[in-house]
């Protein structure tokens, strides 16, 4: 699955402030540029992401939890709160700061933060194609237990 993204900003994580527009070929840096640079983050837009009911994707390496860390808003009801918080249980490694998913009754959308290192397949040697690729994967599958497919 190759993902082609619209949009792809590296940001300053305290200001929040552009500091770059970065071209598609930005993308096939290591992963761990977010490690070496952990004042930034990256923020990308794509239609593969929305195609996912997903918002713009936030990658970044988490200095606290020590882990490259993925933010998105996901599209979907709160009622399926169960199962996507099982989902997220069932295919992350136990590990602390894996996952977090909160409803945003006022935007009528789910605020998920998943990190990769917790995911099926990560090595950290990854381009940061491929982290994003590693996770349209995982939300497909999620999507595809939650919505019965």
């Keep these: 699955m190759t993902i082609t993204v619209k ?5 300053n994580k305290e200001t929040e402030e552009t500091l770059a527009v970065e071209t598609p070929e930005f993308l096939q840096q290591k992963l761990a ?6 004042e930034e983050f990256l923020y990308a837009a794509s239609d593969d992401f929305a195609n996912l009911k997903m918002d713009a994707v936030v990658l970044e390496f ?10 998105f808003g996901l599209r979907l009801q709160k009622k399926v709160s169960a199962q996507l918080k ?3 249980r069932d295919n992350l490694k136990g590990m602390l700061g894996s996952s977090s998913a909160m409803f945003a009754g ?3 959308i ?3 933060n998943v990190a990769l290192d917790a995911m099926k397949g990560f090595s950290g ?3 940061i194609q491929q982290a994003y690729e590693l996770l349209l ?12 497919q």
Excluded at 33 to 38: D, R, V
Excluded at 62 to 71: C, G, N, P, Q, S
Excluded at 137 to 148: A, D, R, S, Y
């Design 7 to 11: 949009t792809l900003e590296r940001c």
């Design 33 to 38: 540029y977010l490690k070496e640079h952990q």
């Design 62 to 71: 988490d200095e606290t939890f020590k882990v490259y860390t993925a933010l």
């Design 86 to 88: 099982a989902y997220l």
């Design 106 to 108: 006022d935007e009528g």
């Design 110 to 112: 789910w605020e998920i």
């Design 125 to 127: 040697e990854e381009t």
């Design 137 to 148: 994967g995982f939300v497909t599958g999620m999507l595809g237990e939650i919505e019965g």
